[in-house]
């Protein structure tokens, strides 16, 4: 299956450095990561329970974290 723009772009990773040859190259988080990290700090510092969270189920939360990422990549790719 062919890959979205917002999954290339989410593959990116979001430092980059200029090598002594002269090329760039990428380290780090991807942006995927970095968003999803955000937006569960978000999440987390707003207080905010997904359904199931309560009962000790922290993936949900992590779960709820990558899926706006997600949909944030996917948005920004639009034109």
Known sequence: M??????????QRIYSMLDP???FTQYGL???EH???LIMQGLVENNFTPTGFQNG??????ELAVK???ALLE???KP
């Open 2 to 11: 062919e890959k979205t723009k917002g999954q290339l772009n989410g593959e």
């Open 21 to 23: 040859n002269g090329s």
């Open 30 to 32: 991807t942006k995927r």
């Open 35 to 37: 968003f999803a990290g």
């Open 57 to 62: 189920n922290e993936n949900n939360l992590a």
């Open 68 to 70: 706006c990422s997600n």
């Open 75 to 77: 948005a920004l790719s």
